[in-house]
């Protein structure tokens, strides 16, 4: 029989989107895969709606439509606080899964490593090996999710090409402090590694904590390739729509990976998009507190259903300790949960690189009724 890419056998399908699948059969409240239930700023859905008789509905430039890279430019540069030329910093791609894949293809040959923190976003090890390179895994060690200094050393005297930072982190919920943003930036340096960071959750930090832009430290824009998307910020994770921000000669370089991989991001949704990139900084304030709420309300629950888990700083994840559960598999007692119970979370194994049965993944990107409904059934745990 003829037989399909051996890259293939080095992963299997995303455990996340299947748990979704899982969920809609059993008709449970889905706090697997992060999307919210809420809907995205009045104001997009308005422009959204002008976009459908005016256009465009053709190709937008492969990169990015102008007007669109022009308003992303000028609300990163304040965020990011460095100058991003919208003409020569941008690529715009389809969500940030695109973003991710382009930079390690514009960055890896075959047989290059990659450093991977683990726990990580099962996308990182696809990517990596579909790109021809292998990952290398360093422990964030739960419950605070901290990483080894001398862990990583060793990871990079191993001579990655480049490391991925997912911050805020998810599934972890942790956001890199400036003090080991500063350690990953100085072995980068010192080793001669890209970075590539995924900052999906770059507006969803809970205080006191607060997010650094890695490309914004003192020499790192450079080998910084900073992928993001509006699918988190503006609950919009249908639209797909990401980017890339980096220096002109990577940029040059990535184009070419997106435009055959892609060709472009969908044009009306890219017209549309730059009214929700001109929002004031009070939106952002406001997200923010959403979310804590969100996140307040749902660990309340979890609190009374006697779970113990790790207080996310930034993102939209909780990992939940289920060692006291009496199941003894993450996989089976998910599956269990959402028959039984009614709520659809991930197993923890899918996002660690060693042997990790005793965890579980939520999302609380949801309505506060949502959440109420989920931890009430939650507390049947007990
Ligand atoms: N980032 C989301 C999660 O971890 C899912 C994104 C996706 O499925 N593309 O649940």
């Not at 299997?12 to 748990?19: A, F, H, L, P």
């Not at 919208?86 to 969500?95: F, H």
């Not at 929002?279 to 309300?297: A, G, I």
Request: glycine residues 8%; proline residues 6%.
């Amino acid at each position: 029989m003829l037989s399909t890419s051996k890259r293939l056998k080095g992963f299997t399908e995303s455990v996340i989107r299947g748990m979704t699948r899982l969920s809609n059969k059993y008709g449970a409240i889905n706090l697997s895969q992060g999307f919210p239930d809420f809907d995205p700023p009045r104001q997009l859905l308005d422009a959204l709606k002008e976009c459908v008789y005016k256009g465009p509905h053709q190709y937008a430039v492969t990169w990015g439509a102008p007007r669109f890279r022009k308003a992303l430019a000028k609300k990163q540069s304040r965020f990011m606080g460095i100058p991003i030329d919208p003409d020569e910093n941008i690529v715009v791609t389809c969500g940030s899964t695109e973003a991710m894949m382009v930079a390690m293809m514009t960055t890896c040959n075959p047989g290059d490593k990659v450093i991977i923190f683990s726990p990580f976003y099962e996308n990182y090890g696809a990517d990596t090996i579909l790109s021809g390179a292998v990952p290398v895994y360093v422990e964030l060690r739960p419950p605070d999710f901290s990483f080894d200094p001398d862990e990583l050393r060793r990871a990079f005297k191993q001579r990655p090409k480049a490391i991925v930072l997912c911050n805020p982190s998810n599934p972890s919920g942790k956001v890199f402090s400036r003090k080991e943003l500063g350690l990953i930036a100085k072995l980068a340096k010192e080793f001669d590694t890209f970075v590539i960071t995924d900052e999906v959750y770059e507006h969803i930090v809970f205080k006191p904590y607060v997010h650094t832009y890695i490309a914004s430290l003192p020499g790192m824009f450079e080998r910084t390739i900073s992928c993001s998307s509006l699918s988190k910020t503006y609950s919009i994770t249908g639209w797909r729509l990401g980017y890339i921000i980096a220096s002109g000669r990577i940029i040059n370089e990535a184009r070419k990976v997106h435009d055959f991989l892609t060709v472009g991001a969908p044009a009306p949704l890219q017209e549309a998009a730059v009214t929700a990139l001109g929002l004031p900084n009070s939106y952002y304030l406001q997200l923010q507190k959403d979310y804590t709420r969100k996140r307040d309300v749902f660990l309340s629950y979890l609190g009374k259903a006697g779970l113990h888990y790790t207080t996310p700083q930034g993102a939209y994840y909780v990992m939940v300790d289920i060692s006291g559960m009496g199941h003894g598999d993450d996989v089976k007692f998910c599956e269990w949960m959402v028959k039984e119970i009614g709520v659809a979370a991930v197993p923890g194994s899918s996002f660690f690189k060693k042997s990790v049965k005793d965890m579980i993944r939520f999302h609380f990107a949801k309505k506060e009724e949502t959440l109420r409904s989920a931890g009430e059934r939650l507390l049947g745990l007990k």
